[in-house]
């Protein structure tokens, strides 16, 4: 069965940085869209990196633009995300998700993604 697994959040002060990462399984890892999303408490889902793993296109959101980036590993099956200049509002549960066929609408949109990991908490302090 398809099982995402993310890693290394944690607790740090504004202006260092993170690296996430979401190892899957029990599907092959090319060729898929994949993505990393967060949700603060009291906030929907929002997208913050989504990518074709084949290459195609990587849509970063404009809140994240030149502090994050991702990247991944095919001999692991990784997707790793890594956050610089990590700023409070960037505080929030992180997941990762994969579309299993064809290319989303909206990269952005939680609802075009099949599955999804735990996620992992990254709280930024000022």
């Known amino acids: 069965q398809v099982k995402l697994v993310e890693s290394g959040g944690g607790s740090v002060q504004a202006g260092n940085s993170l690296n996430l990462s979401c190892e899957g399984s029990?599907?092959?890892?090319?060729?898929?869209?994949m993505g990393w999303f967060r949700q603060a408490p009291g906030k929907e889902r929002e997208g913050v990196v989504v990518?074709?793993?084949?290459?195609?296109?990587?849509y970063y959101a404009d809140s994240v633009k030149g502090r994050f980036a991702i990247s991944q590993d095919f001999a692991k099956k990784t997707l790793y995300l890594v956050m610089n200049d990590l700023l409070p509002e960037d505080s929030a549960m992180y997941y990762c998700a994969v579309r299993m066929s064809g290319g989303p609408r909206s990269p952005f949109l939680p609802a075009e993604y099949d599955y999804w990991g735990q996620g992992t908490q990254v709280t930024v302090s000022s």
């Open positions: 990518t074709h793993t084949g290459g195609y296109a990587t």
């Open positions: 029990g599907y092959s890892f090319g060729n898929r869209w």
